[in-house]
């Protein structure tokens, strides 16, 4: 019986040994040298004689990653990757929420992890390569499909990041179904675009470590330099992506097909954001055969909760629908009133399952507000998430997406609290109050403050310091005086008005 992660990657590294499992720019790794990989990490971590508990991986993007997320696993404890590139200010508010027993680094990142202040043993990857085959066998007999496998930091409204905890059962479920609609096999090859402290990765990362499929990852820097992607694209043989919709959105900004095609591409998935109908349109002027799919789900779900796959033409002026619910999840929306709503009205989108994460990390209270009682019954224990997002179906009976409940967004594929870029801004000194406003029209974040232009001087620098770079404002706008509403409160409605008029 497989109950694990590592036992369903164990299978495939029996089936596929020499199978590419993971490659980049520089290298790659066969299933036999990344499990070989993942065992010398997993026992220099177990050696610490800790279970379940929370290890810091803090690298560059690049096949070292996963053999290290791996690794903990192997060690019976759960892993969180860190933005390598992400300001000090919030590493240390994610280290500080963990706690983790250990910190996994690179050589390249030794300044980053020696400026962090933790009390967590430090280990270099760099040297590690005995395996002990007992000690990881002893771990893995107290192994429970329901243990913690890992956790993926989400912006904060409070200006504190919060870490959804996801299961090994979580994962297993989900592969199932990801694997199975979209006929992942070992003839797969992934070209993956997203970072691996990001919920996509997960997908395509873990589809491949199910099946046998290799898992491509493409260079950052290959998205400003379009050619060099396709390059990379053909050179791997990628014949299967999972991006963000700005992302693919390059190729349409450049005409890209013009000048250059991947060769090999079947499948182009894509999540995150709201996906422009003119990009999409885009590929399939070029790629007639390709299947196409539209998948949306938060963090708390694994990755995805619902999806749709393209089966008609959509003007450039339409909504692309996010579909229905994956095999073994369930979508319920309600009004304010957790009353369930007629298909055409909006509501708020629940979702239960075993998608569903435990909750967050270290942080029983924002749990407590969002992982609730199915509000339709409660004759038995239902645990389903909140999303915050507002939905309602189609005349084809889809799902599409309507908005955010709160002032959460997604902009350049990272779902993001309004509040915590405020917050950021809210400590600096001789700035008064903030307000971030979403312009999704053109994906922009906009900074509000009341001051003078002068200002933005500190504001940009700020931003630059304290922020990932997805979290800092396209634009500045000053304002003599905030609007209130009529409770006294700042009035974003208002805000947003005088912007767009502006």
Request: overall charge negative.
């Amino acid at each position: 019986m497989k109950k694990t992660i590592l036992d369903y990657f164990e299978s495939t590294v029996e089936k596929y040994p020499l199978n590419t499992a993971v490659g980049d720019k520089a290298d790659m790794l066969t299933y036999s040298c990344l499990m070989g990989k993942a065992k010398s990490i997993g026992t220099a971590i177990a050696g610490l004689s800790f279970l379940r508990k929370p290890v810091a991986i803090l690298m560059k993007r690049g096949i070292n990653v996963p053999s290290a997320m791996l690794g903990v696993l192997y060690s019976g404890n759960f892993y969180v990757v860190l933005d390598s590139d992400s300001p000090k200010e919030r590493l240390q508010k994610i280290i500080d929420t963990l706690s983790p027993v250990a910190i996994v680094y690179e050589t390249e990142l030794k300044d980053a992890v020696d400026s962090i202040y933790s009390d967590s043993i430090k280990i270099h990857i760099n040297g590690l390569d005995t395996v002990d085959e007992v000690l990881l066998g002893e771990i893995r007999r107290q192994m429970l499909s329901t243990d913690p496998a890992y956790s993926i930091f989400t912006s904060g409204s409070t200006g504190f990041p919060k870490g959804a905890l996801l299961s090994n059962q979580n994962v297993i479920s989900y592969i199932d179904w990801f694997t199975s609609c979209f006929d992942i096999t070992s003839q797969t090859v992934f070209g993956s675009q997203t970072p691996l402290y990001f919920s996509m990765s997960v997908s395509d990362m873990y589809a491949s470590f199910w099946t046998g499929a290799a898992y491509q990852m493409i260079p950052k820097e290959y998205f400003t330099f379009p050619i060099k992607l396709v390059e990379f694209m053909n050179e791997k043989e990628v014949n299967t992506i999972y991006w963000v919709p700005s992302a693919l959105g390059i190729a349409s900004k450049m005409d890209l097909f013009k000048y250059a095609k991947p060769k090999y591409i079947k499948k182009i998935l894509f999540a995150g954001e709201v996906m422009p109908v003119k990009y999409l349109n885009y590929w399939r002027k070029y790629f007639q055969n390709a299947l196409y799919a539209n998948l949306f789900g938060p963090t708390e779900t694994t990755d995805i909760c619902a999806y749709y796959i393209v089966d008609r033409q959509f003007e450039e002026t339409e909504t692309l629908p996010i579909g229905n619910a994956c095999k073994n999840c369930r979508l319920i929306h309600l009004d304010e009133n957790n009353q369930q709503v007629a298909d055409e009205m909006i509501g708020e989108l629940f979702v239960s399952g075993p998608f569903v994460a435990s909750g967050y990390y270290n942080n029983n209270e924002k749990t407590k507000e969002v992982f609730v009682q199915n509000p339709l019954q409660s004759q038995y224990p239902e645990t389903v998430y909140k999303t915050g997002d507002l939905v309602r179906k189609n005349k084809y009976g889809e799902f599409e997406y309507c908005g955010r409940k709160d002032f959460q967004i997604k902009h350049m594929g990272y779902r993001i609290e309004l509040g915590e870029i405020e917050a950021v801004f809210g400590l600096v000194d001789n700035i008064g109050i903030t307000v971030c406003i979403y312009d999704s029209s053109k994906d922009e974040l906009i900074l509000v403050y009341e001051g003078h232009e002068e200002v933005q001087g500190i504001l940009r620098e700020t931003a630059d310091n304290r922020l990932p770079h997805y979290m800092r404002p396209d634009k500045y706008f000053e304002i003599d005086v905030f609007p209130k509403n009529a409770n006294g409160k700042i009035d974003r409605k208002k805000i947003q008005k005088i912007i767009t008029n502006r």
